[in-house]
């Protein structure tokens, strides 16, 4: 048999409360995730990128802009 898990939404708001989002947080298996929690409302926003990334878009413009 298997472990079923719930999916927890990202990058959306949903209503809970406070006692509820305590128990998702603590649950969570990402420790870079950024989560909010206003007016009954919490919201988890997971970063799949790292600072690297915004490096090489940055490397890439500044090629682009010397020629």
């Known amino acids: 048999m298997s472990n079923l898990q719930t999916k927890i939404k990202t990058d959306t708001w949903v209503t809970v409360t406070w006692s509820k989002y305590l128990q998702v947080i603590e649950n969570l298996d990402s420790e870079k995730a950024k989560?909010?929690?206003?007016?009954?409302?919490?919201?988890?926003?997971?970063?799949?990128?790292?600072?690297?990334?915004?490096?090489y878009h940055a490397l890439i413009m500044l090629t682009i802009n010397i020629f």
């Open 35 to 55: 989560c909010y929690y206003h007016n009954q409302k919490y919201r988890i926003e997971m970063s799949p990128l790292g600072n690297k990334h915004g490096r």
